[in-house]
């Protein structure tokens, strides 16, 4: 009397051996999701999931007196229940203090560069925003009254003249 498993070609028996390891559907449990749905694809890194009512939310480097220069100009520092962020349990990236930040590259000097998350209210955000394009908005004007020269302050070789046309509509 012959084996019947004894008869068969290794092929036969590897492939009797993965039908068994299959499971049919109903034999298969749900296992919690463990990564984000859009895996892979496009994601903002400095990206905050909550807002914070009343408040302009905004990331600085901590380089060359940037964020001190905000903390004078009534910026605060985000702490992680303002935003219910959670820290990450295989590589932490959080602050020894109670702030929200982030590592974004290397500074000049080749040390670590870290983006702290800051917030304003909405009003100082309001004021700085307004202040920013009062530059922009003073020198259109001055093009467009034509009290500005052409060029001014900017390189123009030898030989180019360069007219500005405060009445073209493109």
């Not at 520092?77 to 219910?84: D, W």
Request: with cysteine; aromatic share 8%; proline share 7%.
């Amino acid at each position: 009397m012959s084996n019947p498993v004894n008869n068969t070609t290794p092929a036969q028996r590897a492939a009797a051996r993965a039908q068994a390891a299959v499971r049919t559907p109903a034999q298969r449990s749900e296992a919690p999701r463990e990564r984000n749905k859009n895996f892979g694809g496009p994601r903002l890194k400095l990206s905050v999931p909550q807002t914070i009512a009343g408040y302009h939310l905004y990331w600085e480097n901590d380089d060359d007196g940037a964020i001190e220069q905000l903390l004078y100009e009534g910026f605060e520092f985000v702490k992680p229940e303002e935003v219910r962020m959670q820290v990450q349990t295989i590589v932490a990236d959080s602050d020894l203090n109670d702030r929200v930040s982030k590592f974004v590259g290397k500074k000049a000097d080749g040390s670590p560069l870290r983006s702290f998350l800051l917030k304003c209210k909405d009003e100082v955000w309001a004021d700085r925003e307004a202040s920013r394009y009062q530059q922009a908005d003073d020198w259109e004007d001055s093009i467009y009254q034509g009290q500005t020269a052409p060029g001014a302050g900017r390189y123009i070789p030898k030989g180019t003249e360069l007219v500005i046309d405060p009445n073209f509509k493109p």
